[in-house]
């Protein structure tokens, strides 16, 4: 395991000042005691409170949109409210795929609990909900979770990323939507392997950006489409966060040394083309996150990475949405579940 490195750590607990609330230096552990959310803080003065306190609050601003500016370029996702209602709607996407279910790995009575890329919270405040015993923490680059929040959940500003530094093991983590924001599966595993209990889980579930069809109406009828997704593989290519390439993620758990790793793919309609009840209407939110999800990735995508310019993208962008409104073309994405148990 690579050695330590200082990773600053913010609990948050306010609402209209969720991050004032949370670096609050009275609030703030001894750092020669052990935090009151297992990880490390920074110290309450000095130039490296100032420095968290500036990376975490002045957000960056590009595309149009609002960027985190902690750990700047890390992720090419915006953290704004649009891109927040999509993260929550997406949410309620893998609900309906799932059944309900918030994990598929069999956890029984968690105690601690982690999610890695929290994003919004949501997630980790429903796990929170249906388990009352369990701690669950959850980390983040931005500080966009709620306020009001299970007692039993805290958020933290962090960088997955970066050493972890807690000093009690888990007995589940998880990490949800991560595509594009791992850039060495294999060191994550380990990590996530050696912050487990033994008998502990890591799950990870992300839908590739990637799009399929069982016929050829996506090659004749979605040129647009398929453009999109070759540049979006050569866009992680040079971005060094592998953004379709998610059925590698079971080897590198099984070389972490977890054990009954299992993975799945699970198609999702793109737009309600499909004749099944069910499908339809996964498909009609699908299709609503995808359409939100194209204004937030393609421009980091295609202008910052690729260097595009704004208006190209945006012409991308609309002649792919066309091809989404079109239900003759039988288009879907790829949810991949990857979970194992370490022994």
């Known amino acids: 395991m690579a050695s330590p ?20 230096p009275a609030e703030l552990a001894d750092p020669a005691e052990p935090s009151e959310s297992d990880n490390v803080s920074l110290s309450s003065g000095g130039s490296d409170y100032t ?18 500016s902690y ?10 409210e649009d891109e927040q209602d999509r993260m929550d709607l997406l949410h309620h996407v893998y609900s309906m795929v799932l059944d309900g279910e918030l994990n598929l790995a069999p956890v029984k009575n968690p105690q601690r609990v982690l999610d890695i890329g929290t994003g919004t919270g949501i997630w980790a405040m429903d796990f929170a909900d249906q388990h009352p015993s369990a701690k669950v923490i959850g ?63 890591f799950e990870l579930d992300a839908i590739s950006l990637d799009v399929f069809a069982d016929d050829d109406s996506l090659k ?17 290519k040079k971005f060094g966060k592998s953004m379709q390439d998610l059925d590698t993620w079971p080897d590198a758990l099984k070389a972490a040394g977890f054990i009954d790793v299992i993975s799945k793919e699970i198609k999702i309609p793109l737009s309600p083309w499909a004749k099944d009840k069910k499908q339809k209407e996964i498909g009609r939110y699908m299709s609503a996150a995808f ?9 980091g995508i295609l202008t910052t990475v690729l260097g595009w310019l704004p208006l190209e993208t945006t012409v991308m962008i609309a002649k792919v949405r066309n091809e989404l409104a079109n239900l003759e073309i039988h288009q879907y994405l790829k949810l991949y579940i990857t979970y194992g148990r370490k022994p």
């Open 5 to 24: 490195v200082n990773s600053p750590t913010t609990n948050i607990t306010g609402l209209e000042t969720v991050v004032e609330s949370a670096i609050e």
């Open 51 to 68: 420095s968290l306190r500036s990376s975490v609050l002045d957000y960056e601003y590009e595309n149009g949109r609002r960027y985190q």
């Open 71 to 80: 750990r700047k370029g890390e992720y090419l996702l915006p953290n704004d």
């Open 139 to 201: 980390n983040d680059l931005s500080p966009i979770q709620p306020g009001w929040v299970p007692t039993n959940c805290v958020f933290e500003i962090d960088d997955y990323e970066a050493s972890w530094e807690y000093n009690h093991p888990f007995d589940y983590i998880h990490g949800r939507e991560l595509a594009g924001s791992i850039k060495d599966i294999n060191r994550l595993a380990n990590q996530a392997f050696n912050n487990l209990q033994p008998g502990g889980y």
């Open 220 to 236: 004749e009828k979605g040129p647009f489409t398929v453009q999109m997704c070759q540049l979006i593989g050569e866009a992680q």
């Open 291 to 299: 359409v939100q999800g194209l204004n937030s990735y393609l421009p």
